[in-house]
């Protein structure tokens, strides 16, 4: 989906390119309205290529955030598994119960040290006790797939916009 958003915003670009060029043999032969409305409908068919770029960019950026700090959780987990496990073989040799269980604050806090400030409200709300769970990145893909729709929409739109000004100017 990405991929083919980026291709639909080169031609998009390239064909406006070739629009802005020959518009003075153009403008004979869609007429001044058509040849505005076909600018239009590429201007909002790169916009919503835009936004499906930043949709997919914000997606990304969370995946790879949220997988890293979860993969800082599992591994300072471990190692307080680890420690404490040492600490209650020594306390049982002294004849000593320990009960030593983990401040999920504390684990949460130190993981959080390793993610951007403007991203750990979203890591919080998604660490789980079963994993990570990219819905922020879920919701983004959703939006990148309708700003693409839209995306495409438009240029088809600029094509019909296009063939109709073309023929109406010739019969007319």
């Not at 990145?137 to 739109?157: D, P």
């Amino acid at each position: 989906m990405e991929t083919f958003s980026t291709w639909l915003l080169v031609g998009t670009t390239a064909t406006a390119t070739f629009l802005i060029a020959n518009s003075d043999k153009l403008i004979p032969l869609l007429s001044t309205r058509g040849f505005l409305g076909c600018g239009l409908l590429l201007v909002l068919s790169s916009f919503c290529g835009l936004w499906a770029k930043m949709h997919a960019l914000v997606a990304r950026a969370g995946v790879i955030t949220e997988t890293a700090a979860m993969e800082e959780a599992v591994k300072r987990s471990q190692h307080f598994e680890s420690t404490h496990a040492d600490l209650r073989g020594k306390a049982s040799q002294l004849g000593l119960q320990l009960d030593l269980t983990p401040d999920l604050r504390r684990v949460v806090h130190e993981v959080l040290e390793v993610v951007p400030t403007s991203m750990r409200r979203s890591v919080v709300r998604n660490l789980t006790e079963h994993g990570i769970s990219h819905r922020n990145a879920a919701r983004s893909v959703i939006k990148q797939m309708v700003w693409v729709r839209c995306q495409g929409g438009a240029f088809l739109a600029f094509l019909l916009q296009a063939f109709l000004a073309a023929a109406l100017t010739s019969l007319g």
